[in-house]
C-alpha cells in the first residue's frame, strides 16, 4: 500500500514539474498590458497575445493600426477571444474622477468576472 503511494506521489511531483515547461515562457516575455499609456505605446508591427482564462489559450497576432490596439483599453468596448470565440467586455477598474489615480483595463465575461488579459511581447529571448 506504501508503494502505491508513494508512486502517486512521484507521479504527482513529476507532473506539477512538467506544467511550467508546457505553459510556455511565461511574464519575462511580455509585458501586461493594463493601463492606457501602455496600449498607446503599442506600435503597428508589434506583436501582442490574447490570454484567455476561460479556454486557456495564448494568442499571439501582430497589430496591423493604431486604432486596433486601442481599442482594447475602450471602456465598454467588446473583444472576442480568437480560440473560444468568447465575447470579453473592456471594464476600467479604479476610481473615475480622481486623475491622480491611473484606472486599469480590466476584461470581463458575462458574469463580470475577470478572465481574460492583453500582452505586449518584448524582445527578450
Not at 70 to 76: F, L, N, P, R, V
Not at 77 to 83: D, F, G, L, Q, R
Request: aromatic share 6%.
Amino acid at each position: 500500500m506504501k508503494t502505491i503511494a508513494k508512486l502517486f506521489l512521484l507521479a504527482g511531483l513529476v507532473a506539477g514539474a512538467a506544467v511550467p515547461a508546457i505553459a510556455g515562457p511565461g511574464p519575462q516575455y511580455w509585458e501586461t498590458l493594463r493601463k492606457q499609456s501602455q496600449f498607446e505605446a503599442v506600435k503597428p508591427g508589434d506583436k501582442i497575445v490574447y490570454v484567455c482564462n476561460q479556454c486557456q489559450t495564448v494568442t499571439e497576432k501582430t497589430v496591423a493600426t493604431r486604432d486596433e490596439v486601442m481599442d482594447h483599453c475602450k471602456e465598454g468596448a467588446t473583444i472576442e477571444c480568437p480560440s473560444c470565440k468568447a465575447t470579453v467586455r473592456v471594464v476600467m477598474k479604479g476610481p473615475p474622477k480622481n486623475p491622480s489615480i491611473v484606472r486599469e483595463v480590466t476584461y470581463v465575461n458575462e458574469k463580470g468576472e475577470a478572465c481574460f488579459f492583453v500582452a505586449k511581447l518584448t524582445d527578450k529571448k
